[in-house]
T-cell receptor, first 113, second 117 residues
Framework: DQQVKQNSPSLSVQEGRISILNCDYT??????FLWYKKYPAEGPTFLIS?????DKNEDGRFTVFLNKSAKHLSLHIVPSQPGDSAVYFC????????????FGKGTKLTVNP | GAGVSQTPSNKVTEKGKYVELRCDPI?????LYWYRQSLGQGPEFLIYFQGTGAADDSGLPNDRFFAVRPEGSVSTLKIQRTERGDSAVYLC???????????????FGPGTRLLVL
């Protein structure tokens, strides 16, 4: 039973355009969400996070939106750059002291020059 | 060295052998996590340490897997009688641990790629 789902295995966009990566979750106990970027042969690198008390968090070109009623979050990258090409993982953490992160399967983003 | 480091970066072993994987967390981080990532999957939680103690080991798949963190810093993941299905990338992460690890960013190391032949 996959609690965090990234239904698009891959996404391709043109340089300068917006990239939108989506993530759905099923467990209403999740209250903290993170996005990680992963290059081949490297560990995941933290990008941005959002707490369930917010519906938006922005950091430079990266914005995460959270829709709690729909149990959906998305990562927007504007403008997209070729260096953004990587696998993006959505992760969630439960309230109440369970510190482990539950990850989706990832979406491979390719930004074409 | 500011980040999480893991050694070895690659490990090839034969079925039935014993392996140890090491993780050196970010200095000052009291929370340490082990995850395992198989091909085409996201990382899956194995075990979480707060200081020297294992606060949550619910992700360890069976009793062949064991992890220690005797001094609250470096951790070792130990796998006995390795099986081909254990082949994966083993990732270590750390966080400050101020709130027990809750709502804290976890920073990952580069991983150890384990191949069991």
């Amino acid at each position: 039973d996959q609690q965090v789902k990234q239904n698009s295995p891959s996404l391709s966009v043109q340089e300068g355009r917006i990239s939108i990566l989506n993530c759905d979750y099923t467990n209403s106990m999740f209250d903290y969400f993170l996005w990680y970027k992963k290059y081949p042969a490297e560990g995941p690198t933290f990008l941005i996070s959002i707490s369930s008390i917010k519906d938006k968090n922005e950091d430079g070109r990266f914005t995460v939106f959270l829709n709690k009623s729909a149990k959906h979050l998305s990562l927007h990258i504007v403008p997209s750059q070729p260096g953004d090409s990587a696998v993006y993982f959505c992760a969630a953490q439960k309230q109440g002291g369970s510190e482990k992160l539950v990850f989706g399967k990832g979406t491979k983003l390719t930004v074409n020059p | 060295g500011a980040g999480v480091s893991q050694t070895p970066s690659n490990k090839v072993t034969e079925k039935g052998k014993y392996v140890e994987l090491r993780c050196d967390p970010i200095s000052g981080h009291t929370a340490l996590y082990w995850y395992r990532q198989s091909l085409g999957q996201g990382p899956e939680f194995l075990i979480y340490f707060q200081g020297t103690g294992a606060a949550d080991d619910s992700g360890l798949p069976n009793d062949r897997f064991f992890a220690v963190r005797p001094e609250g810093s470096v951790s070792t993941l130990k796998i006995q009688r390795t099986e081909r299905g254990d082949s994966a990338v083993y990732l270590c992460a750390s966080s400050l641990g101020l709130s027990g690890g809750n709502q804290e960013t976890q920073y990952f190391g580069p991983g150890t790629r384990l191949l069991v032949l």
